[in-house]
């Protein structure tokens, strides 16, 4: 076959050159020439045939042509300005292209290697496109492009590209690298491009722990990001704001979008985030977006407590100037199946969020919370926060290891959910974190993991209805022998606790929580505790937010060292989110 070819392509150079020299040359006889455009594509040609001197456009995509089938004469062509070759069988970058080249198409060959002769050949190349081909990382010759100084876009789609190709020229405007096997972006990834308009890593393996901090700044004039089908947990650190137009995030792996994520995004017009594994959504996340039509949300389980107060009063002040897609709850029971726009009833019934856009789901520093913890009595019980009698609850608080707590409770009443917070008492409690989780109502049990050992916490849990009060639980995770069921009983508003055994036991004036101790006084009688569930059935929560003047302590099974902890960087690294975002 290569003999063929070449023999071939002799004789078509050999025609070529004798139509030239009488001043033109006709239509090949396989193809469609309407002026300067040329059809001969999906013709089965093995060899470009002679082409006419005025042709500008070449349609020669979806035939059998290889290297051997491209003749030399074709560099002569001044006046061709496109050549589509996708779908062909090339091997190697052809090397016998007109100079007067615009716009190169050759995807889906078997292409390996990017040579910079070859390239050099081509000064005036705009767009290049190089999908679905074998090229790796490697095989792109330094300083590839270094004679490309038009080039404004490059398409190197569905390669074998392991990163970031270096040496790209300054004059490139559109980026295109998704469905590859990228895995890392350092900080020089892309120096001096500071012309990119519109960049695409979809399909790639990035994590955020692998993207450094300053990946993305660099690209000031960049109007549209897309990293579809990655491992992202949260958004990259210091995505670029000032031009930034579209913004896809979709099918990622994310639980949280810390309120910085779309900071100074004035000109973002449209935001996807659906197929993602998140629930809710911070107080001020949309304070920039002025320019939002936009927000593309499906494939997430959304909760719309009230922690979501705040983003369907935003959904009514835009009205139509936004287009909201995927916006249904996926809880609480009452609200399953509705969109968030649909739940003004409910929403009324909340508490007005405070500076701190607190919600059922968020972790707030105590200085300022949104729950308050109750007070301790005068007889050492436990009192609701303005003393309202409410229905009976029983809740009882078990260590089972210094860093785990069981909690079982009892309800006289129905509740649609209920709140569980738990608050680690320290030196300074103003500082400390309440860490609070919603709980169905059908629940009657929680497993506290990661706590802090040697540590004592204030439990709290709540139905979530109106004029009801928290029953409270003090327990310990630093003295293992001391480890009773500890019984918290609320009735008409206040609050007695009990061991197991009913021995009465008496703490120490705290100084911790600057209130006076509390007695633990045996119950009368007390409804008996639902029988301990199977593991399987709990559900693990983990506090991610530590206390100020505490390490983040977190199980040696599922992480490793990181000497980062207490700086963004080491929660970003450990799957946490940053510490002013941190949430259960």
């Known amino acids: 076959k290569p003999y063929k070819t070449h023999h071939l392509t002799a004789i078509t150079e050999a025609a070529l050159g004798e139509a030239e020299l009488q001043g033109e040359v006709p239509c090949p006889s396989a193809c469609r020439c309407d002026d300067?455009?040329?059809y001969c594509n999906d013709r089965g040609l093995s060899i470009i045939p002679p082409l006419p001197l005025t042709a500008a456009?070449?349609?020669?995509?979806?035939?059998?042509?290889?290297?051997?089938?491209?003749?030399?004469?074709?560099?002569?062509?001044?006046?061709?300005?496109?050549?589509?070759?996708?779908?062909?069988?090339?091997?190697?970058?052809?090397t016998h292209l007109p100079p007067s080249l615009r716009e190169l198409h050759l995807q889906d060959n078997n292409i390996r290697t990017l040579p910079r002769a070859a390239l050099a050949r081509l000064p005036l190349l705009e767009k290049l496109h190089m999908d679905d081909n074998s090229i790796s990382t490697v095989s792109i010759e330094e300083k590839a492009?270094?004679?490309?100084?038009?080039?404004?876009?490059?398409f190197l789609s569905r390669n074998h590209l392991s990163s970031i190709p270096s040496g790209l020229p300054s004059s490139l405007e559109e980026l295109r690298l998704d469905d590859n096997r990228i895995s890392t972006i350092p900080t020089h990834a892309f120096r001096g491009l500071a012309s990119l308009r519109r960049l695409f890593l979809d399909g790639n393996l990035l994590a955020n722990q692998r993207i450094a901090d300053d990946t993305f700044s660099r690209l000031s004039n960049l109007t549209e990001l897309s990293l579809v089908r990655n491992s992202l947990q949260s958004p990259p650190l210091n995505l670029p704001s000032t031009h930034l137009l579209r913004?896809?995030?979709?099918?990622?792996?994310?639980?949280?979008?810390?309120?910085?994520?779309?900071e100074g995004m004035r000109r973002l017009q449209k935001l996807d985030l659906s197929g993602n594994n998140l629930t809710t959504l911070p107080r001020g996340l949309f304070r920039d977006l002025?320019?939002?039509?936009?927000?593309?949300?499906?494939?997430?389980?959304?909760?719309?407590?009230?922690?979501?107060?705040?983003?369907?009063?935003?959904?009514?002040?835009?009205?139509?100037?936004?287009?909201?897609?995927?916006?249904?709850?996926h809880g609480p029971e009452k609200a399953r199946g509705k969109t968030l726009r649909d739940l003004t009833s409910q929403m009324e019934q909340?508490?007005?969020?405070?500076?701190?856009?607190?919600?059922?789901?968020?972790?707030?520093?105590?200085?300022?919370?949104?729950?308050?913890?109750?007070?301790?009595?005068?007889?050492?019980?436990?009192?609701?926060?303005?003393?309202?009698?409410?229905?009976s609850l029983v809740i009882s608080v078990k260590p089972l290891t210094p860093e785990t707590v069981h909690i079982t409770w009892q309800a006289a009443q129905p509740a649609s959910a209920f709140r569980l917070s738990w608050l680690r008492l320290g030196n300074n409690p103003a500082m400390g974190s309440i860490t609070e989780t919603l709980v169905p109502g059908d629940r009657r049990e929680y497993l506290l993991t990661q706590l802090q050992p040697h540590s004592s916490y204030i439990i709290c849990l709540v139905p979530l209805s109106e004029h009801e009060h928290p029953a409270c639980a003090r327990t310990e995770t630093a003295y293992p022998q001391l480890q009773p069921d500890v019984v918290a009983s609320r009735s008409s508003g206040s609050i007695m606790m009990t061991t197991s055994n009913l021995v009465q036991l008496?703490?120490?004036?705290?100084?911790?929580?600057?209130?006076?101790?509390?007695?633990?006084t045996p119950l009368a009688a007390h409804h008996p505790l639902q029988p301990k569930a199977k593991v399987e059935d709990m559900t693990y929560i983990h506090t991610i937010f530590p206390s100020n003047n505490t390490t983040l302590y977190r199980s040696t099974l599922n992480h490793t060292a990181n000497p980062g902890y207490g700086t963004n960087r080491g929660y970003r690294e450990g799957g946490i989110p940053d510490i002013d975002y941190a949430y259960t």
């Not at 008496?506 to 509390?518: A, K, L, P, V």
């Open 36 to 38: 300067g455009f040329i």
């Open 290 to 329: 002025d320019s939002i039509s936009q927000l593309l949300l499906r494939g997430n389980p959304w909760y719309c407590g009230c922690n979501l107060r705040w983003l369907h009063d935003w959904l009514h002040v835009r009205g139509s100037s936004v287009t909201v897609r995927g916006l249904t709850c």
């Open 57 to 94: 456009v070449l349609y020669l995509q979806n035939n059998r042509i290889d290297n051997a089938g491209l003749p030399v004469s074709l560099e002569r062509r001044m006046t061709v300005r496109v050549v589509y070759l996708y779908d062909n069988e090339l091997d190697d970058f052809p």
């Open 247 to 262: 913004l896809y995030l979709q099918d990622n792996a994310m639980v949280h979008m810390p309120r910085s994520s779309l």
């Open 350 to 391: 909340c508490e007005v969020d405070g500076p701190g856009g607190g919600g059922s789901l968020f972790t707030l520093r105590s200085r300022r919370p949104v729950h308050r913890y109750p007070d301790l009595g005068q007889d050492g019980s436990v009192v609701g926060a303005d003393g309202v009698t409410g229905k």
């Open 145 to 154: 492009f270094a004679n490309n100084p038009r080039l404004r876009l490059l």
């Open 506 to 520: 008496r703490t120490t004036q705290s100084s911790e929580i600057g209130t006076h101790g509390f007695q633990m």
